[in-house]
């Protein structure tokens, strides 16, 4: 039987894992230093768990996922700067001698979701994730959704009011975008605490479902998904979910049909079953 | 030699045309008055020109585009009473007893581009209009956007800086969404005087950028398209291109690369065509 491997390359980690499904998946945990550390670690790993046919990779951003590129596989204009144009995915081909598919940590964790997870079945959907960043991915007709190169969800600029909310943002790109107010920095940078020391009654949630739902409504209105699976670090304060369904819906009023909204099928597995889907897609 | 039918269905007006494509069409302009009286003038025109083996129809919206669906053809929740729940393609599938193909006017526009305009060799790109309402549609990975209905990309929330410009928005939906804030009948309303009649160095245009710039950010940042096509009553004043395309570069800051942003190549008849083509579709 085949063996297949998967790589969820994060910014804080990188998850590998052998197997070819939810039932047999052998994984560890990495944390993400410099690329030469963490990659000989990932080797390792692999090295250890006998010859795979494919590697599937879903990696932190943005990259180049487009294969007629010359920079095909690399990671590019990222922030994290010993990161920066570095080769991931020919360093993986070439160091464990495999074929190697790759793409977002984000389109690889929604074709997870779509093969064993929350979204079976649809063909337009998206996958959202909220943590040290904000990110989003999914299909349409049926296809992982690359465009040019790769959506960035997370940067999307949506309505703030700063007698609201004084905190500007800290994206350091963009400010106050999407990522920049709600994701976990942002929190912890205008609450003064993590997101998980705020209690399930502080008013940093309310304003944290509002983002969220002011972001899942204009991306209903760019793309009317049939679903939108939202995981993600801050997604485990599971008190967001009706907050921000009711918000969506209040902010649609009614004139386009209100998503579903529910976390991923997956849970913190999306994206590392992901990359192994990604890679069988592949063979 | 088959002879096609092509009917884009407006708010103000409907277009109806006989043809193959740019270099033989034959079209009128029927204005938009109740549903009974505008079908019966829409079959007249196709009475006088023979038998047509398939009408597209590109339609104002909201719509449903679902083949599957009870209401397919349907235009749904629209603002115009008279026309709501209206069975249009139902009606000319009846009157002319033919083939009907149904989508969105935009999607329609967009498919005319993809064949005859702007946006040929693309597989993922955009069709935005600005007019009496702000649409888009496009394909992404060669397929028309669909998804649970049919995007709605004028209805996003954009940033709106009460203090710069205190015009509340007039979208009866959503108030300040980009349509309430950047379609003519808003500028209109901010300014006393119809676009048209603003000179091309009034501050009007500067903001009108503003707002398009911020949708076509966020749109951009959500799909990743090649490319953008821009059309609509109000992009007539072509001082905007330039200010938009700076202000999106500015927006997007280097994060992802700026897409290219053109006017239609088809100018006002990319619906109309892509009626045509919607059909040709179908065959």
């Not at 046919?53 to 180049?64: A, K, L, Q, T």
């Not at 703030?160 to 909310?165: L, T, Y």
């Amino acid at each position: 039987m085949s063996k297949f491997g998967g790589i969820e390359a994060g910014g804080t980690k990188f998850v590998c894992a052998v197997g070819s499904g939810p039932g047999d998946l052998d994984s560890v945990e990495i944390p993400t230093t410099g690329p030469e550390e963490t990659i000989g670690r990932v080797l390792d790993f692999f090295g250890r768990h006998g010859r795979v046919e494919v590697v599937g990779i879903g990696s932190f951003g943005p990259i180049d996922p487009v294969p007629e590129s010359a920079t095909f596989g690399y990671i590019t204009s990222t922030p994290k700067l010993a990161w920066r144009n570095f080769d991931l995915a020919g360093a993986i081909r070439e160091g464990l001698r495999v074929k190697v598919a790759f793409d977002t940590d984000v389109n690889a964790a929604a074709l997870g979701e779509f093969r064993w997870g929350a979204a079976q079945g649809l063909h337009t959907f998206l996958y959202l994730t909220v943590g040290t960043g904000v990110g989003g991915g999914g299909m349409v007709n049926g296809g992982l959704l690359h465009g040019h190169r790769h959506p960035e969800m997370g940067h999307m600029r949506v309505p703030h009011d700063r007698e609201r909310d004084p905190f500007p943002g800290n994206c350091p790109y963009h400010g106050d975008c999407l990522e920049g107010l709600a994701a976990a920095p942002a929190m912890e940078a205008r609450w003064g605490r993590l997101p998980h020391e705020l209690p399930a009654d502080h008013p940093a949630w309310e304003l944290e479902a509002h983002y969220l739902a002011l972001g899942i409504a204009n991306l209903t209105l760019a793309l009317s998904p049939q679903r939108v699976v939202v995981g993600g670090g801050i997604l485990r304060h599971e008190q967001l979910y009706p907050m921000v369904r009711a918000k969506v819906a209040t902010l649609l009023n009614g004139y386009v049909a209100t998503p579903e909204i529910v976390p991923p099928g997956l849970g913190g597995r999306a994206g590392v079953l992901g990359a192994i889907a990604l890679g069988q897609a592949i063979l």
